[in-house]
């Protein structure tokens, strides 16, 4: 590399709390971030929930700002942007690309009915990839591996239907769509108005990505069909990937990859996922920020110490993930179950994390069997992976090696990875992910811990069907 300048990438990760940006460097290390925090969401009736104001572009220009002030090298040594935002989003436009209305988030039960025109100053239907794109860059594009749910995309091709019919089922005329890319492909280049708002330089060529989960994939370096990832974020979920467009599945649904006409496969997941145990970590108070202070660690870092003392299935203490209640099932709530004397918070904190593995490994093994495949490793990211205690029964339940994910913003590593292959600094994504990304550290399974989980899982699978009924009474009472 003597006498070769450096070559250095933006990754932008628009998530759903925070936005946050890394510059890497060619070998996919991170050189300086940025994070700003969405706002709460508006919601000012039932089943609307909006991004106040400008917020998403506003937080970008934040988190880009301060990395960008972080940044040590030369500016002129940047050579790419990947672009990375919140799946199930849908922004509606003016004609000069500005918001006609509030963003809506992935939770507004809009998001999965067809649009419905009721706003004359709407002239584009996009995503939220869609939206920051035209920020970026002026320019009508965005990436096809964002348009899972309801729009008029055709699943096989990436391309919008020209079926007349399908477009009206999506409610979104043709002349409202925004042109499609591959993941990969050059959306644009940064505008003045952009690099003013960001810091980024202008003319730096924008590259479209996918939607967040997809890049995550890629940023941890999913790409065999034996391998799992699990997710630690607000949804926890369970993926894999491969090459065939799996249609009408009944244990996990196909979502677009990162990999120009690959796919996602999901299993089903916990919303309110990680949420549930900052929850936890919350209602403990200023008790537990006393004594981590005193042992001179972080809450999170001392609940975990104290929850690792405590045995393989928490002596019996279940919880049930259903802080959020889906759609299908509203009345039904979250359980803690099994007390008795031997029990304390340290309890509660690991029966949760328990929890989460067992509700994926659940949903991830139905997954598997219907693909024809099994699991040899299970990748984890989301921050979540930074507890070895969290590795551990992710590894103990799943029964094999669990392996986390190297990179602090793994949706940040994939964008650059999609940035570094279209721009040709690598020659493809397997040259790619092989030069960017590297392993974490790897936690091995204890086959004890292991048969006991499916232990208790056989019991953990049963238990709603039992606080169904009480939860249904209840709810007449409490909603």
Known sequence: MSGTRPRYFIGIDNGS?????????????????????????????????????????????????????????????????????????????????????????????????????????????????????????????????????????????????????????????????????????????????????????????????????????????????????????????????????????????????????????????????????????????????????????????HLNSEAAKVPPGSDGLMTILDWLAPGEAPFRKGSILGFDGRHGSSHIYRSILEALAMTIHDSAARMAKELGTEYGEVIVSGGGSRSDLMMQIQADVHGVPARRAEASSAAGLGSVICAAVGLGVHADFDEAIDAMVRPGEIFLPSQAHHHLYRRLENVYRDVRGHTDAIYRRTYDIFG
């Not at 970008?60 to 942007?81: K, L, N």
């Not at 499609?180 to 479209?208: K, M, S, Y």
């Not at 949804?235 to 990999?259: C, E, I, Q």
């Open 17 to 301: 709390q925070s936005s946050k940006v890394t510059v890497f460097d060619d070998r996919g290390r991170a050189v300086s971030e940025g994070r700003a925090a969405l706002r709460p969401y508006d919601t000012p009736r039932p089943g609307v929930v909006e991004h106040p104001d400008d917020d998403l572009w506003t937080s970008i220009g934040e988190a880009s700002r301060a990395a960008m002030e972080g940044f040590t090298g030369d500016p002129a040594d940047i050579v790419g942007v990947g672009l990375c935002t919140i799946r199930f989003c849908r922004a509606v436009l003016k004609a000069d690309g500005t918001l006609a209305q509030p963003v809506m988030s992935w939770m507004d039960e809009r998001v999965g009915m067809p649009y419905a025109h009721t706003n004359p100053d709407a002239a584009y239907v996009t995503t939220s990839s869609g939206y920051i794109s035209h920020r970026m860059t002026a320019a009508f594009r965005d990436t096809a591996a964002n348009y899972a749910g309801i729009w008029p995309l055709d699943s096989d091709t990436w391309q919008w239907t020209d079926d007349d019919a399908e477009l009206a089922k999506s409610g979104i005329p043709r002349a409202m769509l925004f042109d499609l890319v591959l993941p990969g492909d050059i959306l644009g280049e940064v505008t003045e108005a952009a690099a003013r708002h960001t810091g980024i330089p202008a003319g730096v060529p924008v590259v479209a990505t996918a939607n967040d989960k997809a890049v995550e994939a890629l940023g941890c370096g999913l790409r065999s069909p034996d391998t799992l990832l699990v997710s630690l974020g607000t949804y926890v979920a369970g993926m894999t990937t491969g090459p065939r467009n799996v249609k009408n599945a009944t244990d996990f649904w196909t979502n677009y990859a990162s990999l120009p006409h690959s796919y996602l496969y999901e299993s089903g997941g916990v919303r309110r996922g990680m949420w549930t145990v900052s929850w936890f970590r919350d209602l403990l108070g200023e008790e537990a920020v006393a004594e981590a202070r005193a042992a001179g660690v972080s809450v999170e870092d």
